[in-house]
């Protein structure tokens, strides 16, 4: 209890905290705002079809899969800059957590990434989730063999070992977020090496995943890449031109596009270049668990 006290008055003394919950309070109003915009889920077109399918440079084809709660008017962000960079077959989906479990949803996510493979001919589909979107990729790969179809997997604000945040959720989908869930345990026990590559954005001001370090993937076994979104919060991260530009740069590596490096010269989890003053004044809240 003392050292999450000493985190909280930490962060409390930094300006940049009060910075960064004010852009969440706006990205907050600004995803409601957006958010009838994407009742209703996009036909199988790219979403670059139009003058960005001139400039259209890498054929993998991208999937966003919101968060609890959202719907696809989250990613105009993303979007943009995923097009501006040449990914022209970028596609969303809608689904609903309060009707099924993770483990349905995730079939649902299968479904649509063979949906997608279909439309755009690609072997294999490069898949990014939001939140609750990174969890259910994330059972789709270990559980329902999505590791053979997908190339990079980037979970963004994904509570990969639980958030206390989940215990005033709704829906048997809320339940498994919570710590020590028994699918947060299939998820940490299941973690295997695949031919795919993970890539996790955390921050450390997100209150909607608790503790923070949870948005982090520290299974050995998935070699992933985590990312800082320094002072972004869970809504902000999606409006975020930096995490937009982080990710696209992911994408683009694992596509060889020039000057960005490879798949394999990406730096691998432990590597990551977080400077040491967040290191102290946001270090891991609780250890990895058992397996992670």
Same mark, same amino acid.
């Given at each position: ?9 930490? &962060? ?50 991208? #999937? ?123 998820? &940490? ?39 800082? &979104? ?32 490879? #798949? ?25 668990? &058992?397996?992670?």
């Amino acid at each position: 209890m003392e050292d999450v006290v000493s985190v909280i008055a930490t &962060a409390l003394a930094r300006p940049t905290t009060y910075v960064g919950h004010l852009r969440e309070a706006m990205s907050l109003a600004t995803c409601m705002a957006r958010y009838p915009l994407g009742f209703f889920d996009a036909p199988l077109v790219p979403t670059g079809a139009g003058s960005y399918i001139d400039r259209a440079v890498h054929q993998t084809p991208v #999937l966003l899969v919101h968060g609890y709660g959202h719907n696809r008017s989250a990613w105009y962000v993303i979007e943009r800059h995923l097009r501006n960079a040449g990914f022209a077959n970028v596609y969303t989906v809608n689904y609903n957590p309060l009707r099924h479990s993770v483990g349905t949803l995730a079939a649902q996510l299968g479904r649509r990434v063979e949906m997608v493979r279909s439309a755009s001919g690609a072997e294999r589909v490069h898949v990014i989730g939001h939140s609750l979107g990174g969890i259910m990729l994330r059972w789709y790969v270990q559980e329902l063999g999505g590791d053979e179809h997908v190339g990079v997997a980037v979970t963004m604000a994904t509570p990969h070992e639980g958030t206390h945040a989940a215990w005033i959720g709704f829906g048997r989908t809320a339940v498994q977020l919570r710590p020590g869930s028994a699918l947060m345990d299939r998820l &940490a026990r299941g973690a295997r090496p695949s031919k795919m590559r993970w890539v996790a954005v955390y921050s450390n001001l997100d209150l909607l995943v608790q503790p923070c370090s949870s948005a982090m993937l520290r299974a050995p076994a998935l070699r992933a890449t985590n990312v800082l &979104a320094r002072d972004h919060g869970h809504m902000s991260m999606l409006l975020s031109s930096f995490v937009a530009r982080t990710v696209t740069a992911q994408l683009e590596a694992a596509e060889g596009a020039p000057g960005m490096g490879t #798949l394999r010269s990406l730096p691998q989890a432990g590597e990551d270049a977080v400077p040491a003053a967040a290191q102290a004044a946001f270090p891991p809240m609780a250890p990895p668990m &058992a397996g992670m």
